[in-house]
């Protein structure tokens, strides 16, 4: 049973950092890729930035490009999302998500397994 905790979520002011983490159990982490995406009140969920199994590959959202860095540590099953220079429209819910696709991924239609997800709140 595969199972996402989220942390590090909180309210900061804009202009400022913080550092999600997301810790994964039940499997071989290092064999699957890792993502995180986020959604606030009355919009979807959007994909936020992705991590191949191997971190040879990364991929972001546009909205994010230039100020969020996804990373994992495969030694302590952990994925992470630095977000630095933060605004109040990177106010959302952020969720950790990886795929049932072992030593490969496609795209963000791959993710199928979902944390619960930690509030992240940007105030100006």
């Known amino acids: 049973q595969v199972q996402l905790i989220e942390s590090g979520g909180g309210s900061v002011q804009a202009g400022t950092s913080l550092r999600l983490s997301c810790e994964a159990s039940g499997r071989t982490f290092r064999d699957y890729a890792m993502g995180w995406f986020r959604q606030s009140p009355g919009r979807e969920r959007e994909f936020v930035a992705a991590i191949s199994w191997n971190q040879f590959n990364l991929y972001y959202g546009d909205s994010v490009k230039g100020r969020f860095t996804i990373s994992r540590d495969n030694a302590k099953n952990t994925a992470y999302l630095q977000m630095d220079s933060l605004i109040p429209e990177d106010t959302a819910v952020y969720y950790c998500?990886?795929?049932?696709?072992?030593?490969?991924?496609?795209?963000?239609?791959?993710?199928?397994?979902w944390g619960r997800g930690t509030q992240v709140t940007v105030s100006s």
């Open positions: 998500a990886t795929t049932s696709r072992r030593f490969d991924y496609l795209g963000p239609q791959d993710f199928d397994f």
